[in-house]
């Protein structure tokens, strides 16, 4: 480890970000410098500014998320709500397969020369487990008029917040 006197003869330092546990704990991050012999002065910031993983504990309650997100895809998928709606709560994955889901269905719809209609169903189960902190997997069993549906989804803690990685509606 090295002071932070950079006006030193010789040696090159690299500025990197090092955070102890998450950003959340720390409002200033703990900066070291680093000696590297010859080469340009760099600044490393990936870690700060990369998404951060969140332990469960600093976490809301995932079940009012599970429901709300279940009842906005069915919603999406029937044409009543913009996906747009949802993208706070899902990553950029699950978001790009529920837009071309969406976009499927409003393509059956059309073909079919049906209204968007708001779905009316009931959520008959909710399961939900974590198998690693920071993760909840869940699946929402939901009831309408003309089927049932199950909805999974797999909820990550990032930046504070619970995130859907990943969504299916079966």
Not at 13 to 27: D, E, H, I, K, W
Not at 89 to 100: G, I, P, Q
Not at 101 to 114: D, T
């Amino acid at each position: 480890m090295h002071d932070s006197s950079v006006g030193d003869e010789n040696p090159m330092y690299v500025l990197s970000t090092y955070l102890a546990g998450t950003a959340l704990t720390r409002s200033r991050p703990m900066v070291y410098f680093q000696e590297i012999p010859g080469g340009e002065p760099m600044m490393i910031l990936h870690e700060y500014f990369a998404p951060q993983p969140t332990s469960t504990q600093d976490l809301p309650d995932p079940v009012p998320l599970i429901e709300g997100l279940t009842r906005g895809v069915l919603e999406v998928l029937s044409g009543v709500r913009e996906v747009d709606q949802l993208v706070r709560w899902l990553a950029e994955d699950a978001y790009r397969k529920l837009v071309t889901r969406a976009n499927l269905s409003a393509r059956a719809r059309s073909a079919r020369a049906v209204a968007p209609a708001r779905p009316v169903f009931e959520i008959l189960s909710l399961r939900h487990s974590s198998p690693a902190d920071g993760v909840v997997e869940a699946v929402v069993i939901v009831a309408g008029p003309a089927r049932s549906r199950a909805v999974a989804m797999r909820l990550e803690g990032i930046d504070r917040r619970w995130r859907a990685t990943s969504l299916a509606v079966l």
